[in-house]
């Protein structure tokens, strides 16, 4: 099993969401911690967009397409700004 290191930090939530939080937590099998950052990795996934087929390139651009690798996951991580640019 892989471990990876992980931070503590305190937040500040009204008791109604935290039962929620709890009752879904519990309805997914999951412990609190668990299910929170499984919410928020997903809410702070970052998704590649892509072309829509219906659209027809250049073929200058079909001709250099997949020149630039698509970024990795890691290097997403790595570089918030990359991210952000790809997010907009």
């Given amino acids: 099993m892989e471990t990876r290191t992980k931070i503590q930090t305190v937040i500040r939530i009204r008791p109604e969401v935290m039962e929620r939080v709890k009752y879904q937590a519990r309805g997914n099998k999951m412990s609190f911690n668990a299910f929170v950052e499984s919410i928020l990795d997903q809410a702070t996934k970052v998704s ?3 072309l829509s087929k219906e659209i027809e390139l250049d073929p200058l651009v079909k001709s250099i397409s997949g020149a630039i690798p698509a970024p990795t996951p890691e290097m ?3 570089d918030d700004r990359l991210a952000h640019l790809l997010c907009k």
Avoid: D, F, H
Wanted: proline content about 17%; cysteine-free.
């Fill in 48 to 50: 590649i967009p892509k």
């Fill in 76 to 78: 997403l991580e790595q």
